[in-house]
């Protein structure tokens, strides 16, 4: 028995059906691969966040000791502690946290006495002076802390600048013009203006 031939509306029936489970299929594929885009996003996030808590437990840990021994100064201080014993104390907490710091890849850095750098250094102001090349660091309130090539907090300066030039007005003239009785006029002898006594009358005034 000879196959029966389709007509072209058959036809377009079945290319529709096959297009729409092909659009179908490719629809539940596309949703199962956001689901599992979200679920890779949220461990991802739960793994990041459980990271930096134990990377900030270990930090704490670290910066204990430190605290413990800063509560011993302040009872020694309390306990009438020389000094020199508080002294000790306060070096060797110091220490203690840049220990800390430095195990968790945090230095501490100094810019004194090299050319100011803003990407290491914040100028907080500016000092006149011939002792040091202009752009020198001359002094730092703070020291920086970098982590790696990361800068944490850039060290606060005080940054060199060319001395002043020597001031144009003279002084000795100011000092001149200081002397000049208030409401007089300081003339010089090009000028042209004749003084006389006081009292004197020109011919032409007494007549």
Do not use: W
Not at 141 to 150: E, F, L
Not at 178 to 192: E, I, K
Not at 200 to 205: L, Y
């Amino acid at each position: 028995m000879a196959q029966e031939k389709k007509g072209p509306v058959t036809l377009l029936q079945e290319q529709f059906q096959d297009a729409e489970f092909a659009s179908k299929k490719l629809q539940e594929e596309y949703l199962r691969a956001v689901a599992d885009f979200d679920n890779l996003r949220k461990r991802t996030q739960r793994d990041s966040e459980v990271s930096r808590r134990f990377a900030l437990e270990a930090l704490v840990m670290d910066i204990l000791p430190a605290l413990d021994n800063f509560g011993r100064a302040a009872q020694a201080s309390c306990a009438g502690a020389t000094i020199e014993g508080l002294q000790r104390g306060m070096d060797l907490i110091h220490r203690q946290l840049l220990d800390a710091l430095r195990k968790h890849g945090v230095e501490e850095y100094s810019c004194v006495g090299v050319e100011f750098d803003p990407r290491r250094a914040e100028a907080i102001s500016f000092v006149h002076t011939s002792e040091h090349k202009p752009g020198m660091v001359v002094s730092e309130t703070s020291k920086g802390y970098a982590c790696g090539d990361r800068v944490l907090r850039p060290a606060r300066v005080v940054v060199a600048k060319a001395a002043e030039a020597k001031q144009q007005v003279d002084t000795g003239s100011r000092a001149a013009e200081a002397a000049v009785a208030p409401g007089m006029s300081a003339c010089t002898p090009d000028q042209g203006v004749e003084s006389k006594p006081v009292g004197e009358e020109s011919a032409g005034e007494q007549g």
